[in-house]
Nanobody, 116 residues
Framework: QVQLVESGGGLVQPGGSLRLSCAAS????????MGWYRQVPGKQRELVAG???????VYADSVKGRFTISRDDAKNTVYLQMNNLKPEDTAVYYC??????????WGQGTQVTVSS
């Protein structure tokens, strides 16, 4: 059974940094692109960063130049480095397959709160 476990969230001041991690069980990493998504209460979940189907990485306009996605296949882990965080980055962050998420893979997510 595939399981994705996100970690690394927390409370950070505006301008601060966090690195999120997503560890996967199973063989998901070997056959899928992986991306990061986020959701704010009352809004749709959105893609933050992830591969397109054509070998490129796409970032949400609001995070370009501040967030960087990376992966370590040997560790079955995908990361999201978030710098210069803003209050509008506050959300629950999830990892999942990309460019299309897999419904059954959604985990608990990790809460990121940016506040002074």
């Amino acid at each position: 059974q595939v399981q994705l476990v996100e970690s690394g969230g927390g409370l950070v001041q505006p301008g601060g940094s966090l690195r999120l991690s997503c560890a996967a069980s199973g063989s998901i990493f070997s056959s899928n692109g992986m991306g990061w998504y986020r959701q704010v209460p009352g809004k749709q979940r959105e893609l933050v960063a992830g591969p397109t189907g054509f070998g490129r990485i796409v970032y949400a306009d609001s995070v370009k130049g501040r967030f960087t996605i990376s992966r370590d296949d040997a560790k079955n882990t995908v990361y999201l480095q978030m710098n210069n965080l803003k209050p509008e980055d506050t959300a629950v962050y999830y990892c999942n397959t990309a460019p299309f998420p897999t419904l059954s893979y959604w985990g608990q997510g990790t809460q990121v709160t940016v506040s002074s």
